[in-house]
């Protein structure tokens, strides 16, 4: 008999810390793993707004899945598109933009999510994300970039619109990408004697009525306080209306001369889930506690795509789409992969959050771990002491420490590639949600395996 085959889909935290415990627990031959990833690379995201202010390159948060490979996992380079439960079939994309279908017994579905985005007019075409590392590396060329065309240019309202910045999203990855700018924006002036210091503005908005409330009202109004000392405008209970090419309108009327609008606005779950049909929680698919998907033989759901019911808090809450979880999930997932070959009882999923950490780039941070309520250069220290024992591999961990130390004695470069100016990089250009397929375009691309079986 063929051996059973493994398909996961995704190469996040939830993908790989999968993979990787599915390498360590087959036996020899007991069955083959196959991983769908568009980049051989497994992304750090948290420290994303690092890379965009120039403290960290892109290659130190890029794990090399080959790299770190036992080379026992076929990796396929491409994204699925599309899922036929019924023929047990994924369809996928590769990166040649060949479509092919991946036969499986066993499906880890851990896309992950894209960027949640709104019918704002412009938004589109005008906003950056921050979502992939190749936004990263084009939101920080196109912020210097700001700089030198507000130096070369004599016009006093362009100037004004290249110097001022919006970032929409008041949760951990829009405050943190504000203040690292921030701070690079601020520190790179002195190199630029024509401007005017005061005309530099960054402005942080957010439709809440309070900045990351997950980590309470005393380090909420800490992480508040850091941002406004630092000359950051913070405006809760705000978000934008419409976005120009040199303009931003925001839903309070305010018009805002403006050509950086970056949108890190929170997450939605993948549209791979909307291929196929299965009960679904605020868009994420409803899974059990040992994250199998009710009513689909052989297919698991983790990480942001799958609602995990969180059974450490109980009440019906599910777990909220963060690295810490998505990498214990990978891990408990794993474990139910191989007790379902074995015919052994799978096991729940059960975290208790560890806390939250908070970079804010320089002294600056705030921490809450294991409920310790923490700031200053304390809590900088354990937010990146966390970063740097989550990476998975000691190349990574080595990178980063070097360039944390070399950025701590050297201080912040300003140098951009030019990359960006030959593409605008907004959202349309990195979220390929109209390369999924229908139900319906599903089942006819894998009509003949349903006639042959």
């Given amino acids: 008999m063929a051996r059973p085959r493994i398909l996961v889909v995704g190469a996040g935290f939830a993908g790989v810390e999968c993979v990787r415990r599915l390498e360590r627990g087959l036996r020899p031959g007991e069955a083959d793993v196959a991983l769908v990833a568009p980049f051989s ?82 938004l589109l075409d005008h906003a950056r994300g921050m979502k992939t590392l190749a936004e990263a590396a084009y939101v920080r060329d ?107 309108t925001f839903t309070d009327g305010r018009v805002l001369p403006c050509r950086t609008l970056i949108w890190t606005a929170g997450v939605a779950a993948s549209p791979l889930v909307g291929t196929f049909e299965a009960e679904t929680v605020k868009g994420r698919l409803a899974v059990t506690p040992e994250m199998t998907l009710p009513g689909h033989d052989g297919i698991f759901a983790l990480g942001d795509v799958a609602a995990v019911p969180d059974l450490a808090k109980g009440d019906g809450a599910i777990c909220p789409p963060t690295a810490q979880h998505a990498l214990r999930q990978g891990r408990k997932l794993a474990d139910n992969v191989l007790a379902k070959l074995r015919n052994q009882p799978l096991q729940p999923y059960v975290h208790k959050d560890l806390g939250l950490v908070v970079d804010l780039g320089g002294k600056d941070a705030v921490s809450k771990p294991l409920g310790i309520e923490m700031h200053g250069i304390a809590a900088q220290a354990v937010a990146r002491g966390y970063h740097w024992s989550a990476l998975r591999t000691n190349v990574a961990k080595a990178r980063v420490m070097a360039n944390w130390l070399i950025n701590a004695a050297a201080g912040d470069d300003f140098v951009r590639t030019g990359f960006q100016m030959r593409k ?22 894998t009509a003949a395996l349903h006639t042959r079986m």
Avoid at 191 to 203: A, C, E, F, G, Q
Avoid at 222 to 228: C, I, M
Avoid at 424 to 445: G, I
């Fill in 424 to 445: 605008p990089a907004t959202l349309r250009d990195f979220e390929y949600t109209d390369s999924y397929l229908t139900p319906e375009q599903v089942r006819k691309h």
């Fill in 142 to 248: 196109h912020v210097i970039a700001q700089l030198d065309l507000a130096d070369a240019s004599d016009d006093e309202e362009e100037r004004a619109s290249r110097l001022q910045f919006v970032v929409v999203g008041g949760g951990y990855a829009g405050t943190e990408t504000a203040a690292c700018l921030q701070r690079l924006t601020t520190n790179a002036l002195r190199h630029y004697p024509r401007l005017d210091p005061k005309l530099v503005k960054w402005h942080l908005i957010d439709i809440a009525p309070k900045l990351m409330p997950e980590l309470g009202d005393k380090l909420g109004a800490s992480a508040l306080k850091v941002l406004r000392d630092r000359g950051i405008e913070v405006s809760l209970g705000v978000s934008v209306a419409e976005a120009g090419p040199d303009t931003v």
């Fill in 41 to 122: 690379y497994q992304l750090y995201l948290p420290l994303l707004p690092q890379v965009a202010s120039g403290v960290l390159t892109p290659q130190s948060v890029a794990l090399s899945l080959r790299r770190s490979s036992r080379h026992r996992t076929r990796i396929i380079p491409g994204g699925a598109i599309g899922v036929d439960p019924e023929a047990k079939v994924c369809v996928i994309r590769k990166i040649t933009d060949e479509i092919v279908n991946e036969r499986y017994d066993h499906l880890v579905l851990s896309p992950g999510s894209v960027t949640r985005t709104f019918d704002i007019p412009g």
